[in-house]
């Protein structure tokens, strides 16, 4: 039998160019406010896409970009799961959410128990079985962080007090999510969190297990200390992107205030970050 010699090297680069094909390349999609959508291959997931509040502040999604959503329109065809942060009127719409689910019945939803409790309040004898898609998450302040899992999805979540803490908003459920996509790419959408390390610290060997390739914190992040420091020291993210933008907020750099000139922050509906693999 005659016995080809394959060169080592040749072997390295067959080995590292299959390696290649099998990674699949993720982006993020920017809806408006805090809304974004991931996509890594054929996965995408949504975090807070649908609201109807601006507080005369914050972009709302354009009524084109809305009914792709809708109807599954290209970019947004093939949602997988929608991730909610907290029920505040500039993040999240019940009515609208149990319609998205209701016309999308592959999406499946993922939300603090009090957004779940406002959307079975309105919901139809009909709109029922949409619950059965959807996933509650009830934690309180200090609880351990919780895990779920979907296809192709690795799922985390931990409640970090809204901003105003120690003395407004208390109530709110917010939930920081950490979802990794295919193995292969994690992202941390950190809602209204509040950028004070005594939330992070107490879960330091929680955030020590899963350094995100992105994560999208509210701008303030940027604007305080305290809020750079748990970016880049405690959650370690490869790259931020800062979202919950206002709009008096310019585009351009150079005409931001001073502490957010060398932030990256999302401000244009429809324009996209490459998240970087790790």
Known sequence: ??????????????????????????????????????????????????????????????????????TGTAPYDGI???????????????????????????????????????????????????????????????????????????????RIPHSGWPTGRLGIENIVWRVRLNDQTTVVHMGDADPNDIHFSQDAEYWNRNYPDMAFPPYWFFSAGGGRNILENRMKAVRSVGIHVPVIIPGDPLRRPRELRNADLFTIPGETRAIPSN
């Open 1 to 70: 039998m005659l016995k080809i010699k394959v060169p080592a090297v040749l072997i390295f680069l067959i080995l590292s160019i299959s390696a290649f094909a099998q990674a699949q390349e993720s982006e993020a999609h920017y809806l408006a406010n805090e809304g974004i959508m991931i996509v890594n291959g054929d996965t995408k997931i949504l975090f807070d896409p649908l609201y109807r509040e601006s507080y005369g502040q914050y972009l709302l999604m354009s009524e084109e970009m809305e009914g792709n959503i809708f």
């Open 80 to 158: 997988d799961a929608i991730f909610i942060s907290h029920h505040h009127g500039d993040h999240f719409s019940p009515e609208d959410i149990l319609r998205l689910l209701e016309a999308q019945p592959k999406i499946n939803l993922y939300a603090p128990a009090q957004a779940v409790i406002a959307m079975r309040a309105i919901a139809s004898n009909d709109q029922a079985v949409i619950f059965d898609r959807v996933s509650g998450v009830s934690l309180e302040y200090k609880d351990e962080p919780v895990s779920l899992n979907m296809e192709g999805l690795m799922i985390e979540a931990v």
